[in-house]
């Protein structure tokens, strides 16, 4: 086995050798290369982080946008349904005003036209008992003979009347 | 080799010094550039260039920094997963790590015999895991007693213990403490020597039962290749697995340290 057979002559060489070359590969390729290799690598992380970050933001940022306009947007369609509902129920109020002011004067109308009902079957009745009253002082003075005076015709007309 | 009668399976893992530099030395310790020393410098270089190919610092990543990119993030991730935030300054020590050990047990599997030269794979030696081991323990050791002082002692008395255990749970603990670096430095020149090994074994099959016969060929030859073409993609996958695990255990024993229980 040579690595015991030729221990003696070649350890300090073998040492020697290993140290430089590695003392090489520790500080120009570890020291020197590695942290420049894996700053890249974190400025590439970074990047890409940030990236994602403004783009995440963008997105929130439209999405509030969004929110924004459709807050703006709901207000705007209660405005206009509010604007809707009061003309309906203005309109609504004048024609119920003008419908209860057109009843007034029907009903006024009406109220006046049954006093004149009124008061021409009133003086309807009346007439018929005058004519009644001289009927029966006529018929009376022609069958009987009997002057009736004329309260007296009226009364009994009355009572004939009322009795019917 | 094909041409030898015999295949010797560890003449693989033999150190030789390449082009008159056995004689260099520093204070009187060998430092002769081996072609160990040289898949080193072969898997520094494969690795750096893998590497800044992925700095293109680019937002959109091409296919190559993507690559990179996913290996520092996985390196990242597993630190992050077993020590939490605090596990992101060991990354480049981590990340060093598993690559170096990733690439040279991947680069020692180069099917560079067939054009004649010889890939070497160092993370086959102890002398090389050890290290890489002592030095993850050794930081395993600075960050504990930096961050927790003497308190750090305390990861030798699991958290519940009753009293009267102590005594006999805190050298347990401490054993399978100090154990830590010889099973991460063992486990990878262990791994790595045996999947060498058995693919050398088998391929020392085929040449020497082609060249008995045909009919060993066919009985031995072909079944020990077609074996051979399985082993070698296992042999991928515990490349990976390996150098996972050394990094998994570091980034364990990393966070036994930071953050103590």
């Known amino acids: 086995m040579p690595q015991i057979a030729q221990l003696a002559e070649t350890y300090s060489s073998q040492i020697f050798w290993l140290l430089i070359f590695f003392g090489f590969t520790f500080f120009v390729i570890g020291r020197g290369m590695v942290p420049r290799v894996m700053a890249t690598v974190d400025a590439r992380d970074a990047q ?7 783009a995440q933001a963008a997105r929130d940022e439209a999405d509030r946008q969004e929110e924004a306009w459709r807050t703006r947007e709901n207000e705007n369609r209660a405005a206009a349904q509010a604007v809707l509902a009061q003309a309906k129920a203005d309109g609504a109020a004048k024609t119920e005003a003008r419908l209860a002011e057109v009843q007034q004067s029907i009903d006024v109308r009406l109220a006046e036209a049954e006093a004149r009902i009124g008061a021409a079957r009133a003086s309807a009745l009346t007439e018929i008992e005058d004519v009644a009253a001289e009927a029966a002082q006529d018929i009376v003075a022609r069958l009987a003979g009997v002057k009736v005076t004329k309260p007296a015709a009226a009364k009994a007309v009355k009572e004939a009347l009322v009795h019917g | 080799m094909a041409a030898e009668a015999k295949v010797d399976p560890m003449h693989q893992f033999t150190i030789e010094p390449l082009g008159g530099t056995a004689g260099w030395e520093i204070a009187g310790y060998n430092i002769a550039f081996t072609n160990s020393a040289l898949w080193m410098l072969i898997t520094t270089v494969v690795l750096t260039l893998f590497v800044a190919g992925g700095l293109k610092r680019q937002m959109v990543p091409g296919r190559w920094q993507m690559a990179v990119e996913t290996f520092t993030g996985f390196i990242d991730n597993m630190l992050e997963a077993n020590i939490g ?10 990340f060093s790590l598993f690559m170096f050990i990733l690439f040279a047990n991947l680069l020692g599997l180069l099917p560079l015999g067939v054009v004649g030269l010889h890939p070497f794979t160092f993370t086959s030696h102890f002398t090389v895991t ?35 255990m102590i005594p006999v749970i805190a050298p347990i603990e401490f054993i399978s403490f100090m154990v830590r670096p010889f099973s991460l430095g063992l486990r990878l020149f262990v791994a790595m020597m045996a999947g060498h090994v058995l693919l050398e074994v088998l391929s020392s099959f085929v040449i020497d039962g082609t060249n008995a016969g045909v009919g060993f060929g066919l009985l031995v030859g072909l079944p020990s290749f077609i074996l051979m073409i399985g082993i070698c993609a296992l042999e991928l996958l515990v490349a990976g697995i390996q150098a996972y695990v050394f990094a998994l255990l570091t980034s364990l024993y990393i966070n036994d340290a930071e953050n103590l229980h």
């Not at chain 2, 935030?85 to 981590?94: D, E, I, L, N």
């Open chain 1, 48 to 54: 890409i982080a940030s990236d994602l970050a403004a």
């Open chain 2, 130 to 164: 050890g290290v890489l081991a002592v030095l993850s323990f050794a930081i395993v050791l600075v960050v504990g007693f930096w961050r927790h002082g003497l308190h750090f002692f305390s990861l030798f008395v699991p958290q519940g213990t009753p009293l009267p």
């Open chain 2, 85 to 94: 935030k605090a596990g992101r300054k060991y990354v480049p020590y981590v």
